[in-house]
């Protein structure tokens, strides 16, 4: 079998080439790489096609403020592998992956779609980086390690590219994929996904890809009933607001001897409460937009 790996890559050019690294030595003997560099500015496509432009299995293409809905649907439409991996410019696959990926699909019709475990460097953590774990399996389907059959990914139209912001367009594509076949959670199917330091402006700021939680619920209420809640507003404003930044002022206790991320950690907990505060009237008008849009 074939396998097409698509990542999307926005100005990460440093974590960019170390996955690229990576995925030029991948231990299988038939698949290509397709990577979307979305309205980069620091020559990750000149430096990825100096490296790999010479490579018959390497595609390296440029799109314009797509997003990574767009920037995926962008490879897979260019792939010619029957099975679609995909993973992050911040991530790292084993290097077995694609050799696991093809295990478990291997004349196996009725599993649709891989959900692979990604790990991280527990020790790097701190409140001001961004990682993704997922050790047991997640209904959202974190597409920093997932592989779908392109035969599925086409019938089903890839990713809803109307999403505003990064945020619950593969919620949406899993949720719709698991009602036509089964995705399966491999624990031998490994990506890291080290933690990387962000700014805290940027930080702060993430309260507002929320507003794609009302969007997935008026287009899957369904579906969002069975996998995440009752509503977009127990989400935001329960789990969100109250138990996810309990949590979180919680782990930050334990920077408590490092002042400068103990009083980061803090100081960003109180400003997505301020935020999520403000971003009422906002959450509001998209509830009342996707509400028409999807009951009208």
């Given at each position: 079998m074939k396998i097409s790996v698509i990542v999307p890559t926005h100005n990460r050019m440093s974590s960019m080439l170390t996955l690229a690294e990576a995925l030029n030595t991948l231990d299988?003997?038939?698949?290509?790489?397709?990577?979307?560099?979305?309205?980069?500015?620091?020559?990750?496509?000149?430096?990825?096609?100096?490296r790999y432009g010479q490579n018959e299995s390497w595609t390296i293409l440029e799109v314009e403020k797509a997003g990574p809905a767009k920037a995926r649907n962008t490879g897979a439409r260019l792939a010619t592998g029957e099975i679609l991996a995909f993973t992050d410019d911040d991530c790292i696959p084993d290097s077995n992956w694609l050799q696991i990926i093809h295990?478990?699909?291997?004349?196996?019709?009725?599993?649709?779609g891989l959900e692979g475990l990604t790990y991280t460097f527990?020790?790097?953590?701190?409140?001001?980086?961004?990682?993704?774990?997922?050790?047991?399996?997640?209904?959202?389907?974190?597409?920093?390690?997932?592989?779908?059959?392109?035969?599925?990914?086409?019938?089903?139209?890839?990713?809803?590219?109307?999403?505003?912001?990064?945020?619950?367009?593969?919620?949406d594509f899993a949720w719709r994929m698991r009602e036509v076949g089964e995705i399966v959670f491999v624990e031998e199917m490994k990506v890291c996904h080290p933690p990387r330091q962000e700014s805290f402006?940027?930080?702060?700021?993430?309260?507002?890809?929320?507003e794609s939680?009302?969007?997935?619920?008026?287009k899957n209420t369904n579906l969002y009933h069975k996998y995440r809640n009752t509503s977009p507003w127990v989400t935001i404003y329960w789990e969100v607001f109250f138990y996810h930044q309990l949590m979180n002022l919680?782990?930050?206790?334990?920077?408590?001897?490092r002042p400068k991320l103990f009083l980061g950690g803090l100081k960003l907990i109180f400003y997505w409460w301020i935020?999520?505060?403000?971003?009422?009237?906002?959450?509001?008008?998209?509830?009342?937009?996707?509400?028409?849009?999807?009951?009208?």
């Open positions: 299988y003997p038939n698949y290509e790489v397709i990577v979307v560099c979305d309205s980069c500015k620091d020559d990750t496509k000149k430096e990825l096609e100096k295990l478990n699909l291997y004349n196996n019709e009725k599993v649709v527990k020790k790097e953590v701190t409140p001001l980086t961004h990682q993704i774990e997922n050790l047991e399996g997640n209904p959202a389907v974190p597409t920093c390690n997932v592989a779908f059959r392109k035969e599925t990914f086409e019938y089903l139209n890839g990713f809803d590219e109307t999403f505003p912001y990064a945020h619950n367009e593969d919620a402006s940027k930080m702060k700021s993430r309260m507002k890809i929320l939680e009302f969007l997935l619920y008026y919680k782990s930050t206790f334990k920077y408590f001897f935020d999520l505060i403000l971003l009422f009237p906002k959450y509001s008008a998209s509830n009342f937009k996707y509400q028409k849009q999807f009951q009208s």
